[in-house]
Nanobody, 117 residues
Framework: QVRLVESGGGSVQAGESLRLSCKIS???????????ISWYRQAPGKQRELVAT???????NYADSVKGRFAISRDNVKRTVYLQMNSLKPEDTAVYYC????????WGQGTQVTVSS
C-alpha cells in the first residue's frame, strides 16, 4: 500500500528557511522515478495550489510566487521528495502536501508551515 507522509514544517520568521520532506512508502523505484512529483499548498480559505513539480526527466517547474526561493529535489534510494524553502514570506503560510503522478488521488496529511513577519 502506497503512503505519503509529509514532514518538516514549522513556525519561522520571514526570511528564514525550511526543508520539507515527503516520504513515499510502498512504491517501487521505477514508478517513483518514472513519474512527476509535485508539492502543493493550501492556505486557510483558499484553494490548493501547485507550488513545484519535478518531472521524471528531472526538469523542474515552479509557481511564479516561489521561483528563485524554493527548490524541489528527490532521493531515489529513500523514496523521498524534498522542498527547500528559502527567504520565506508570510504569504507562504499554508499546509504543504506532496503528490505523485502515478497516485494522483492519494494525499498525505500535509505539514503546516507558518511564517510570521
Amino acid at each position: 500500500q502506497v503512503r505519503l507522509v509529509e514532514s518538516g514544517g514549522g513556525s519561522v520568521q520571514a526570511g528564514e528557511s525550511l526543508r520539507l520532506s515527503c516520504k513515499i512508502s510502498g512504491i517501487i523505484l521505477s514508478v517513483f522515478t518514472g513519474n512527476s512529483i509535485s508539492w502543493y499548498r493550501q492556505a486557510p480559505g483558499k484553494q490548493r495550489e501547485l507550488v513545484a513539480t519535478l518531472e521524471s526527466s528531472r526538469e523542474t517547474n515552479y509557481a511564479d510566487s516561489v521561483k528563485g526561493r524554493f527548490a524541489i529535489s528527490r532521493d531515489n534510494v529513500k523514496r523521498t521528495v524534498y522542498l527547500q524553502m528559502n527567504s520565506l514570506k508570510p504569504e507562504d503560510t499554508a499546509v504543504y502536501y506532496c503528490n505523485h503522478r502515478a497516485y494522483m488521488n492519494l494525499w498525505g496529511q500535509g505539514t503546516q508551515v507558518t511564517v510570521s513577519s
